[in-house]
């Protein structure tokens, strides 16, 4: 899942995109820390229920690439909204890693910020255009969905491993233009998509490596 609303453009200044660069992380920060709100307020939640808030969060998602424009105040409520109401969603799934194997969450969250930081900032250090290589990994992660779902009704062996180190490629690359995108973006109002991209790079590199760490549970 990765946002890609907002087009790569020529580089603009130095403060201007210090600006943007903590103003997206920022909000970066707050959103993870209501999606962690949230995980907490729906540890007793069950499937179904995580089912239906996790279609209501990528309402918000999908209201916000509309609202960003006209109201930057709405946009960023709206991508609050959606980090609380992810947080509650995925809450069963972490409450059984959580139970499961407790250590397997905190490795996850660890090796998820090395993750982060170190393609993040090879993605806006790089004076590469990473665009052309984003829309070839959009297609990826589209198959790799594909992939995730024709195991739900297929058995084939080692597919929970598999489908984890793909989406780690996929989602190193893609955290590497978001980054990129973050620093040439020219506008400031783009800072909640922005935002929005680069904690659903953090989601998905955290719950991708707690596959792994947690033995590959589903």
């Known amino acids: 899942m990765s946002s890609d609303a907002i087009p790569v453009r020529a580089p603009i200044t130095r403060d201007a995109a210090g600006t943007l660069l903590g103003q997206t992380m920022g909000l970066v ?3 993870t820390g209501l999606f962690a709100v949230g995980a ?3 540890r007793d939640l069950s ?3 995580g089912w239906l ?3 209501a969060a990528f309402g918000c998602l999908i209201a916000m690439n509309f609202a960003v424009q006209r109201s930057e105040g709405l946009a960023v409520t709206l991508l609050f909204g959606f980090g609380l109401l992810i947080g509650v969603a995925t809450a069963p799934t972490l409450s059984y890693y959580a139970s499961a194997d407790p250590q397997a969450v905190w490795q996850a969250g660890a090796a998820t910020a090395l993750f982060i930081a170190g393609f993040g900032a090879a993605g806006y250090a790089t004076r590469r255009d990473l665009s052309a290589l984003a829309r070839v990994l959009f297609w990826a992660l589209i198959g790799l969905i594909v992939f995730g779902i024709v195991t739900i009704f297929v058995q ?3 597919a929970a491993l598999i489908y984890a180190i793909v989406g780690l490629v996929i989602f190193a690359g893609l955290t590497a233009y978001d980054f990129q995108r973050l620093r040439r973006s020219q506008d400031i109002r783009t800072a909640p998509l922005l935002a929005a991209s680069i904690f659903l790079d953090i989601l998905n ?3 991708l490596l ?3 760490f947690g033995g590959g549970r589903d």
Do not use: N, Q
């Open 29 to 31: 920060a707050v959103t």
């Open 40 to 42: 907490y307020l729906g």
């Open 47 to 49: 499937y179904g229920w």
């Open 53 to 55: 808030l996790f279609i």
């Open 156 to 158: 084939i062996p080692g």
């Open 205 to 207: 590199v955290f719950l």
């Open 210 to 212: 707690l596959s792994l």
